[in-house]
C-alpha cells in the first residue's frame, strides 16, 4: 500500500480537485493508497469538506490539529499515521502534479529509497521573495553543504527513511533539509510547479524569514563561528590600536588616547552583545528541546 501525506491549511477549494486527480492516479497505479489529510488548523472549511469527501476506493485518515502548528509539524503527524510503503509528502494547494507519482513510484520500485520532485524552474512569485529565497538558499548552502536550491517538499520515502525520520530525537524539524542530510540512495524527477489552484500561499514574509532562520539556525553552527571569527578580528584589531596608544604615549603627544578608548569600547561592546544574542540562540534551541512540548495536538480525527 502506498500512503499519500497532504499537509492542509485553508485549501477548501482545491481538496476535492485533488482527490478527484488521485482516484485517477490510482486506477493507473493500480496500487493500495490511504490518504493521509492533516487540517493544519484551517480558518475556512478545509476540515468541513474533508468529512465530506467520499474517496473510495481510497482510504482516508484526516487528523485536525487544534491550531495551526506549521507544515513540519503537519508532516510529522502524517508520517507518523502513514502505514504503507512507500510514502509520499505532497502539498494540498495544487502545486504538486500527481501525474508525477507513477514515475515516482517506478523509480522507487528500481531501488532509489528517496525520489524527490525537483523544480525544473521556480512559479511565477513576488521580485521579494525571489531575492529572499536566493539569499536563503545561499547561506545556507555555504553553511551546511546541502543545495535545496531546487528541493520540494514534493517527495516519495521508503519506508526506511520514514523510520529515520521520525526516529530523529529533535523538534526543531526542516523536513527538505533532514531527508538531504540522510544521504540515502535517491533519485529525482524534475517538474515545473504549477501557480496555486486557489488561494494565496500561507507564507508570509515575517513567516519566510523566521522560517529560514529556523532552518539554518538548526541545522548548524556557522553563525556562532562568525561570532568567532569576529571575535579574533577584533581582537587583532584591538592589539593594533593598543599599540598605537602606547606609542603615541610614550612617544609624547598630548592627551592621545581618548578616539582610540571610544573604537575599543565600540569593537568590544559589539561583539559581546553579538555573542550574547546568537549564544541565547542556539539557548532557546536547547530549551525547545528540553521541554518536551509535543509536536502537534490533535483536536479529531476520522477514518474512512
Ligand atoms: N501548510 C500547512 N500549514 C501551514 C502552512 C501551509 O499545512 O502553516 C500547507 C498548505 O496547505 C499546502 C502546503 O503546506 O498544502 C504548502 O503551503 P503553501 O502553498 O502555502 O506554500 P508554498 O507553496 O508557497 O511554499
Ligand atoms: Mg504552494
Redesign the pocket.
Known sequence: MISLV??????ALTLKPLLEELINIQKLCNKNMEIIL?D??SSDNTWQEIQKLDVSPLSIKALRFSR????EA?IYAGLSEATGNPVIVM???G?HPPSLLPEMIKKWQQGALIVEAVKSKRPPEPFWKKICTAFFYFIFKHSTGLDLRTAT?FKLLDRKVVQAYLNLPERNRFFRGLIKWFNFPSQTIPFE?QP?AEG????SFKKLVSFAWSSIISFSVWPLRTLMLMGIIGIIGSIGLLLQTLYIKIFGSAAPGFSTVIILQALLGSAILLGMGLIGEYLSRIYEEVKGRPLYVILEQLEK
Request: no cysteine; proline share 8%; hydrophobic share 30%.
Open positions: 497532504i499537509p492542509l491549511k485553508n485549501e492533516i493544519d488548523g495551526n502548528f506549521g507544515k503537519a502539498d494540498g494547494d502545486q517538499d510547479p496555486r494565496i500561499s500561507s507564507w
